[in-house]
């Protein structure tokens, strides 16, 4: 970061050479970079203690405000006839370029977040050009469109300094905010519990509602509640670690919220996740699904249970159909993780299970579970098109969960592998 070089394409060297000639200018700011053509620069000092010079306002207010910047070429018109090849290319997209804020890529907005669990001031600073997701006592506020679908309100470090104003609340509630991400747009992303304020009051001033996270799943597309788990996950933990397992004493938080360290002993928590194996079992043409007794009228999963102390992943999967259903696996594969916000922050890890064809006969331990049955390819190409949740007073006998859990990810892996399997015979 705090980049600062231009290279003058005829003239003088500096940056105050004449406008005719093609200039091209990196500028760092702090935690912002980005790539500028045909600017004049004006005296700017970065995060870093450098400084800039841009004449270009407009460039340089793009670049403290942190919009994305289309590169242009300007010069005289045999300058201009030299670099005419690098029209085409620099006038692309900023994002084809990979141009944006923070640099070109997944690595630079994982160095800038991890930058921000380390860095308290520039956290601090992050926060008042970031984005919030607020919720009401952990549940997280949503907002539902034009065309039927949820999303979070997002609000601004500005905007939910005017809330906490209208309704009386001190502004440094803000520094309770915790770091959760960063957008593709590559700004950073806190969540706000607000549940000390009137709850259908904040809901009617930011035109939402605060909904359940377990509904939320259902109504929130892949990557929204994939974020707004994790930002309950995170605010919970920080709910239930105000002090240190080992002394009693008070720990404190740093400014991103990734850990809490004890006032005494300088011990440091960070957020945990409980290792949960979730495995979608195969009797060569049918797969196995259950439900407990908290779920939703005709919902049924994947098996499901924690792993225990000491355990591997396979081990744990074995003993956990054994106790289940009664039933000894054969061979296990693994296929994807996901972290779960239920019951309290768990990390699934999705596998495929066999069992022989002849030993399929189900033992189910109903203290653990409601139910358990076979299905075939057909009838869960059924359950997949029902719909999650299903419409209507009726509901099938059979419905899955929504299409960013794990659980259904196994299950659509199972029926295409079926269907390939079918047609290739």
């Known amino acids: 970061m705090g980049l600062g070089t231009g290279i003058s394409c005829r003239g003088s060297r500096d940056f105050q050479s004449k406008s005719h000639d093609v200039k091209v200018g990196v500028c760092g700011s702090g935690w912002t970079d980005l790539l500028l053509l045909g600017c004049r620069f004006e005296r700017v000092v970065d995060g870093d203690g450098g400084e800039t010079h841009c004449k270009d306002k407009k460039a340089l207010e793009r670049m403290r405000t942190g919009n994305r910047t289309r590169p242009v070429l300007t010069g005289g018109p045999r300058t201009m006839l030299l670099l005419n090849p690098l029209r085409g290319i620099l006038s692309a997209r900023p994002q084809v370029l990979g141009l944006t804020r923070f640099g070109s890529s997944f690595v630079s907005r994982m160095r800038f977040l991890n930058r921000l669990k380390q860095e308290d001031e520039a956290c601090a600073a992050a926060l008042q050009d970031g984005q919030l997701v607020l919720f009401h006592r952990l549940q997280p506020l949503l907002q539902r469109g034009p065309t039927g679908t949820f999303r979070p309100v997002t609000l601004t470090c500005s905007g939910v300094q005017s809330l ?106 960070y957020p945990k996740m409980s290792p949960v194996v979730i495995v979608l079992l195969s009797d060569g043409s049918r797969c196995l699904l259950g439900r407990q007794a908290s779920f939703p009228r005709g919902m049924y999963s994947a098996l499901a249970g924690f792993c225990d102390m000491g355990e591997t992943l ?112």
């Not at 974020?227 to 008070?250: E, I």
């Not at 076979?374 to 209507?392: F, K, M, N, Y």
């Open 164 to 269: 906490l104003q209208n309704f009386g609340s001190d502004g440094p509630l803000l520094e309770d905010s915790i770091l959760i991400g960063c957008s593709e747009q590559n700004q950073a992303q806190f969540c706000l519990d607000v549940g000390h304020l009137d709850q259908a009051a904040v809901a009617e001033f930011c035109a939402g509602t605060f909904i359940d996270l377990r509904k939320s799943f259902f109504l929130l597309p892949g990557p929204a509640a994939q974020l707004v788990a994790k930002a309950q996950a995170l605010l919970r933990w920080h709910q239930t670690n105000g002090f240190c397992s080992a002394t009693g004493q008070p720990t404190h938080r740093n400014r991103a919220g990734s850990q809490r360290v004890c006032s005494s002993s300088s011990i440091i928590y």
């Open 314 to 425: 396979e081990e744990t999967l074995h003993r956990e159909v054994a106790e289940e259903v009664g039933l000894e696996v054969q061979d296990v594969s693994y296929s994807s993780s996901q972290h779960w916000p239920f019951p309290h922050s768990s990390f699934m890890l999705g596998c495929h299970a066999t069992v022989s064809p002849a030993h399929t006969q189900l033992e189910v331990d109903r203290s653990e579970l409601e139910d358990a049955r076979w299905l075939t390819a057909e009838e869960i190409s059924s359950a997949l098109q029902a719909g999650v949740p299903p419409r209507g007073d009726r509901p099938p006998d059979v419905w899955l969960p929504p299409k960013h859990a794990v659980a259904h990810h196994l299950i659509t892996e199972w029926r295409d592998r079926q269907r390939h399997l079918q047609a290739s015979e």
